[in-house]
Nanobody, 125 residues
Framework: QVQLVESGGGLVQAGGSLRLSCAAS????????MGWFRQTPGKERVLVAA????????YYADSVKGRFTISRDNAKTTVYLQMTSLKPEDTAIYYC??????????????????WGQGTQVTVSS
C-alpha cells in the first residue's frame, strides 16, 4: 500500500510561482513512475508532468512545457512540481499519482494505482 500526501497549493496571482510537494510512503519509491495530474470541474484528470522511476526521463504536457518542472528526492520519498509563470488556466485541483507497475512511459492514466487527495491551485488574473 502506498500513501500519497500533497501540499503546497494555494492562491497566487498570474505570473507567480508555486511548488507542490507529494510525500509518499513505500520502500520501493525509487522504482515508481510518478505523475502530477490536474482536474477542473466537469473535465477529466489530465496528466501534466511525469517522472520515471530510476531514470532521468520526464514528460510534460504541451500546456506546461517550459513553465513546470517535476523532480523527485528518492531519499525523502517526495516528488515536487515547481510551477512558474502561472496562468489563470492553470487553476485546478492537482493530484499526485504513482504507477508502481508497468514499463511504459509516461504511464497511461489507468496505470496509476495510487492517488493523493488533491490540492487546490487557484491563479487569479
Amino acid at each position: 500500500q502506498v500513501q500519497l500526501v500533497e501540499s503546497g497549493g494555494g492562491l497566487v496571482q498570474a505570473g507567480g510561482s508555486l511548488r507542490l510537494s507529494c510525500a509518499a510512503s513505500g520502500r520501493t519509491f525509487r522504482n515508481y513512475n510518478m505523475g502530477w495530474f490536474r482536474q477542473t470541474p466537469g473535465k477529466e484528470r489530465v496528466l501534466v508532468a511525469a517522472k520515471r522511476g530510476n531514470d532521468i526521463r520526464t514528460y510534460y504536457a504541451d500546456s506546461v512545457k517550459g513553465r513546470f518542472t517535476i523532480s523527485r528526492d528518492n531519499a525523502k520519498t517526495t516528488v515536487y512540481l515547481q510551477m512558474t509563470s502561472l496562468k489563470p488556466e492553470d487553476t485546478a485541483i492537482y493530484y499526485c499519482a504513482a504507477a508502481t507497475h508497468g514499463s511504459g512511459f509516461p504511464p497511461p492514466p489507468p496505470a496509476y494505482d495510487y492517488w493523493g487527495q488533491g490540492t487546490q491551485v487557484t491563479v487569479s488574473s
